[in-house]
């Protein structure tokens, strides 16, 4: 019996230790995928098991490396260089080896990158070289794949190569500084994240001059300079001092001083006196316009002269009209569309002293602010306004007086759009009185320079029939479209040619060929084009600029009053005008030889050949 149950007992022993292991579980105890930053991390992924021995399995994903907690599996991402994103499954299973296993699966994501375009020059913002010739390399530092450069100066070449942007600079003859621009986009111009620009300025020459007559064979209301130096002009004549049909014969001026009125570099005019009977002035910094006046003995100004020094020579161009005009806006630097400098100055018609004009190169909403000018400190000069409701400063001696004044006309309007009172509104200041008489079609009066006129020596503002020419009508044109492709210009008796250059050689003269203004071709037999700048102007009732339409409306006065004959019209201006305006996605456009405006706004002159 002792041996039955000692049998027993053994055979209950071997059946306990035979008896089958449980199932393996591995159950998560939290979410089933987790998110990394880019710049790397840890995840803790618990879970219970009722093994006691556990693995892992990151896959092929070698930015990811685990290690083993007590009841957790715990992750660490590496940072993530690339702007992708990625992810992984992260396999957890238990018993470590052998089968059956029981598992589980996490996803472990990781956001890509934010990708933080660079950019820079080497140079900085602003490089100036000497007036020797010479090559200079600037390094461009970026982290894009590609880059992209603009030159904005013909003085001035560049080649690219690898990360290297090598400046040909030639030598600077002349005396006067010269500038360039550089923009470099990245990864192209036409699609990129990121630019930089730099000025490049190269000093002139040492070159000394000796004192300079300006005034030595004529005199005028304007003086054009090319170089730094000492200047006089003679001081007592009055414009050109030439009597003529209209105007009365000027008198002498008698000067007990000058000064310097504004300058729109700083220290471009460095000193002004009066020495004798002429004024004497020195320029020594770069390129600009300025106006210099003679004083009375209580330091009031009794007339005033523009100096012009730009930085571009002044050509002259010929027009099928038969006349000789300038390549540049009167007080322009330089005939360039994506430079404000070709702009120039601004004039009330019949006023012999210019108003700063733009200093933006366009500009959508209303903009009041002119380019800053300064007094010979570097202080700024104000560009004052008359009052808009009266007209007690309407007068021609009040504007010889406050060159810096523009006169506003609005509490006359209704019945004159003249800066002048009727009783002084003089058809004859620039000395074509009957310039809009027309003959056969055509505008035979030419008119004569006279002492109020602004251009300089052996120059004059032009008359009607100079650019007539640009319309195939001799009159209003006009269309509409879209940026690109056909269109076609319009007058009211049918179709009109507009004799503009298709910069991009499309066939059509549209959008793509504006530029903040129209390449007008001057001459159609020898393809003599120039660019003629959309300026905008002054507004003569309120006496301002009025930038609203800075790069897309022009406006260039002739010398002739309108052709209107109505009461209000018999005080406006004939002159060139263009403009383009958008309407829910569409373009409109329109141009006019000879237009007409009130005399009391102030707009562009093209000068020509006297």
């Not at 939290?30 to 098991?49: E, K």
């Not at 990158?113 to 820079?120: A, G, R, T, Y």
């Not at 383009?580 to 102030?602: C, L, Q």
């Amino acid at each position: 019996m002792k041996q039955l149950l000692s049998s027993l007992v053994l055979f209950l022993l071997v059946a306990a230790c035979t008896a089958p292991a449980p199932e393996p579980s591995l159950t998560l105890e939290g979410a089933d995928s987790y998110s990394v930053s880019a710049g790397g991390g840890t995840v803790s992924i618990s879970f219970s098991t009722n093994q006691e021995d556990w693995g892992f399995d990151v896959g092929s994903a070698s930015w990811l490396s685990g290690s083993k907690g007590k009841s957790n599996l715990i992750l660490t991402a590496a940072a993530n260089e690339e702007t992708i994103p990625r992810s992984a499954k992260v396999r957890i299973f238990a018993p470590a080896t052998g089968s059956p296993q029981a598992s589980a699966m996490v996803t472990v994501s990781q956001s890509g990158s934010i990708f933080v375009p660079e950019l820079s020059l080497d140079c900085g913002k602003e490089l100036t070289l000497s007036a020797e010739k010479q090559a200079y390399s600037i390094t461009i530092q970026t982290n894009m794949p590609t880059w992209e450069y603009e030159l904005d100066g013909n003085w001035l070449e560049a080649f690219a190569s690898g990360n290297i942007l090598t400046l040909s600079v030639p030598e600077n003859t002349k005396d006067v500084d010269r500038e360039a621009h550089i923009t470099v986009y990245a990864p192209s111009r036409k699609v990129y994240e990121m630019t930089a620009s730099v000025s490049i300025i190269q000093k002139g020459s040492d070159i000394t001059y000796e004192l300079e007559n300006l005034s030595e064979k004529e005199t005028s209301n304007s003086y054009l300079i090319t170089h730094n130096g000492v200047f006089e002009f003679k001081a007592t004549v009055r414009g050109n001092g030439i009597a003529c049909e209209g105007l009365k014969e000027p008198a002498a001026l008698s000067p007990s001083g000058a000064k310097l009125v504004w300058q729109t570099r700083k220290g471009l005019i460095s000193s002004v006196s009066l020495e004798g009977e002429n004024i004497r002035f020195e320029t020594t910094k770069g390129t600009g316009n300025a106006l210099i006046a003679a004083t009375n003995a209580s330091g009031d100004i009794i007339w005033s002269w523009h100096i012009w020094k730009p930085e571009e020579e002044v050509l002259e161009l010929p027009v099928e009209s038969g006349v000789t005009a300038m390549n540049l806006n009167l007080g322009a630097l330089m005939e360039n569309p994506n430079d404000v400098s070709s702009y120039g100055l601004l004039y009330q018609w019949g006023r012999k002293d210019p108003l700063p004009g733009s200093p933006i190169l366009n500009e959508g909403t209303t903009y009041t602010k002119n380019l800053e000018v300064y007094d010979i400190d570097g202080n700024p000069v104000k560009i004052g306004s008359t009052s808009m409701y009266d007209t007690k400063n309407n007068t021609l001696a009040y504007s010889i007086s406050h060159p810096t004044v523009c006169i506003s006309n609005n509490a006359q309007y209704s019945t004159s759009p003249d800066w002048l009172r009727p009783a002084e509104s003089n058809t004859a200041l620039w000395g074509n009185p009957k310039g809009t008489v027309r003959e056969e079609g055509v505008y035979v009066n030419k008119g004569t320079k006279t002492y109020y006129d602004p251009c300089p020596i052996g120059w004059r503002v032009p008359d009607p029939q100079t650019f007539r020419h640009i319309t195939s009508s001799g009159g209003f044109t006009w269309a509409s479209g879209e940026t690109e492709g056909e269109m076609h210009w319009y007058d009211l008796g049918g179709e009109a040619e507009f004799a503009a250059q298709d910069l991009n050689g499309d066939g059509w003269i549209n959008l793509l060929d504006f530029q903040n203004g129209w390449h007008l071709i001057l001459d159609r037999t020898s393809g003599t084009a120039s660019y003629f700048p959309a300026t905008t102007r002054y507004n003569g009732q309120y006496a301002m600029f009025m930038g609203s339409m800075v790069g897309l409306w022009g406006n260039y006065w002739t010398n002739a009053p309108s052709l209107d004959n109505d009461l209000k019209d018999t005080y406006r201006g004939a002159a060139l005008a263009f403009g383009i305006k958008e309407y829910t996605g569409e373009w409109s456009f329109s141009v006019s030889p000879v237009s007409n405006g009130g005399r009391a706004d102030a707009y562009a002159i093209r000068c020509i050949k006297d």
